[in-house]
């Protein structure tokens, strides 16, 4: 094995040279304890404070609350409802009108008759003896401006009829254990004639009660939709069991809509307005 | 639990306002803006909107409705606060209304159908999905109520070291959605009528504001009733409130009714927007009157800028049972300084 030197080093050691060495001086101060001229000395105040740590009277505020909900089924908001006012008189013309095909006559005699439609249509024809258009009274403006809104025939609305207006412990249907959805009815008539028609609306703003057998039913049970007028439906959330009799409480609507597209309204007085004729009919959409 | 949040968007003054929300859902990116919401209800907020949820979820159904002018990304998040990681994300396409599903790591996993959906349109969307790593994961997505455009199981949904989601992502980047009536639920089965566990369809969000005083105790800044302080439809921030030094003090509003159009309520929420004015410690919990009962809602410390505290109730507390549109309309709620 041969041996190897990695790093040779030599150390020397040496006397600086004195004469090439120098002293270097970076500040000389001259100290002096003394005693001061008392009358020349101030003193000085700049800022002076208290401070106390302890408790604030702190107040709470609120400045926004709301309520969410989450629902379900955004409906078509509900037609405008017809106004009610005080100047309509008599009479009232009400026509329900079935359409049904023409009566085919056979030479014999012998009839064909087919009817197009299940339920009737309905015509009104309304007067208002007066309508107010005085500063504090704003009758005439409601109706001219109600009529103006639905543009004549064009648009639909709730016609709260008053002769046919709600019904108590309307038949529904009897449960036959599958079906969980009824369109809502109702039936008028006395002395053993009836008809029965779908409603046009329900009007919601009154009250809406379900039995089953003559037993009211909890609110959360069910749900009225509204969605599609003379097509309003009473849904169960979960299927009643067969054979109970369904009737409800409740008030509704006719739908319907002006039969002209223009409405005449006299002046007679000063800030008194009539018309002699407003006519209305059902619709079935 | 089963509903777990939701929010309509349309008590917000602003993007700055937005972030205010505190508790169960959060919001970290003020670069929002609101505009009239969906069928012209309330207000809907569109950019990028960072969602962060108080927990995590491995199993989830996050419903929205969605206005997409060209493209949107729905990403849903683990440590949404902490940086986040995606652990997918559901793409809407606008030009040719297609929706793909990439995993955390931007692989494209799955599409639906072309032209599923139409560029400046509302529509409604669910998403279910479930995080789990080696194929063990799903995602299905159903528009509107029940048209399922797009399922995928068997795909791994987890790609971060958690296998859940406490956030979701949307906006941004270019996308130009605006968001509504977002709701977000878990498997949990719920009470009522809607367990709020699955597709429970396409809802909006109604939201009520005071409109009278029902009892009050509160001192109000001005105006002729507690409830004028606090009914602003965008948060006003000190310019109109009511405020107590007096614990056990508390203001009990009349709020609004429904439209007459509401078939079923799925869930109630209060959210209100408090703050103390000084130092010291201020506590404060909601109240909800319904029928003779009165419930309050978690205990909330105050910060010193306002925040949004939310209690949800998704029954009524009077029956047990799910919320009729009576009931809702004749409910009460305010507020409680508790100390």
Known sequence: MSQRASQTVAEALAKADVAQTNARASQVVSEALAEADLAQTDARASQIVSEALGQSATTARATQIVVELLVWNYAVPTPPVYPQLPGLGYSVIWEPRFVNAPVQTHESGTEVRIGYGENPLHNFELVYNFLKDTPGTIEFKTFFGFFLAVAGSLGGFCFPNPDDRSVERQDIATTDGSTNVWTLVRTFGAGGFTGTEPVGYVDITAPFNVYFDGVLQLGNTYEVIRTTPVSQQIRFFNTPGAGKKLSVDMSYFYYCRFADDKLTFEKFLHQLWTVSSVKLMSLRR | ?339
């Open chain 2, 1 to 339: 639990m089963g509903l777990v949040v939701f929010d309509g968007y349309d008590h917000y003054l602003n993007g700055n306002d937005f972030t205010n929300r505190s508790g169960v859902l959060q919001y970290s990116n003020t670069g929002v803006t609101f505009q009239t919401g969906r069928f012209g209800y309330g207000k809907a907020v569109s950019g990028a909107i960072r969602a962060s949820l108080s927990s995590g979820f491995s199993e989830f159904y996050w419903g929205s409705a969605l206005n997409i002018g060209d493209t949107d990304t729905i990403s849903f998040v683990d440590n949404q606060v902490g940086g986040g990681g995606n652990q997918f994300s559901v793409v809407f396409d606008g030009s040719n209304g297609q929706i793909g599903v990439f995993n955390g790591a931007g692989t494209l996993i799955g599409s639906s159908a072309t032209n599923v959906f139409s560029v400046n349109t509302w529509s409604h969307w669910q998403i279910h999905g479930l995080i789990a790593p080696s194929s063990g994961g799903s995602v299905t997505i159903v528009r509107d109520t029940s048209d399922t455009v797009l399922t995928l199981s068997g795909i791994t949904t987890q790609h971060t070291t958690n296998a859940t989601i406490n956030g979701w992502n949307s906006g941004g980047l270019g996308a130009n959605a605006i968001v509504d009536d977002t709701y977000f639920l878990d498997t949990t089965v719920g009470g009522g009528l809607y367990p709020c566990n699955g597709f429970i369809g396409d809802l909006r969000v109604d939201t009520l504001f005071p409109v009278g005083d029902d009892a009050v105790q509160w001192t109000r800044l001005s105006g002729a009733t507690n409830a004028s302080m606090v009914n602003e439809t965008a948060m006003d921030s000190d310019t109109t409130y009511n405020f107590s030094a007096t614990p056990g003090q508390e203001d009990r509003l009349n709020f609004q009714s429904l439209v007459n159009t509401i078939n079923a309520v799925v869930g109630l929420q209060v959210t209100g927007a408090y703050r103390k004015d000084d130092a010291n410690v201020r506590t404060l919990k909601q109240l909800l009157k319904s029928g003779a009962t009165e419930v309050y809602g978690a205990t909330n410390t105050l910060p010193s800028t306002y925040a949004y505290f939310t209690d949800i109730f998704p029954l009524d507390p009077n029956t047990g049972l799910s919320w009729t549109v009576a009931a809702i309309n004749a409910l009460k709620a305010g507020y409680n300084l508790v100390s």
